[in-house]
């Protein structure tokens, strides 16, 4: 993860913003808890499945939630001060390894 710091300022996320994203992940943080106490309780395989196909599904929302503000705000900074390219291209390695 190191490799993507950069130098180029960020636009910081609004206290709305992180309290959303702190929420979306509690929120997910719960649905594995409960996989858990379903995998203690020895639950049927499907509904397992289901639940972990569920938290995979929230996991990947909440980063197109983030890449979104990053195209929005860092990556259109970034583009109007002429590191546009360096940008993008940081940003599409992470695309990469999120379609893995």
Do not use: W
């Amino acid at each position: 993860m190191d490799k993507f710091l950069h130098e180029h300022p960020i636009t910081p996320r609004t206290k709305d913003e992180q309290q959303a994203i702190i929420n979306r992940l509690k929120r997910i943080e719960g649905q594995v808890r409960g996989v858990q106490k379903m995998v203690d309780e020895d639950r049927y395989c499907v509904d397992i499945l289901v639940q972990i196909s569920a938290i995979q599904a929230a996991l990947k929302n909440v980063g197109f939630s983030i890449t979104e503000r990053h195209i929005k705000h860092c990556v259109s900074d970034a583009i109007q001060s002429g590191e546009g390219n360096e940008t993008i291209d940081e940003l599409m390695s992470v695309m990469k390894q999120f379609s893995k």
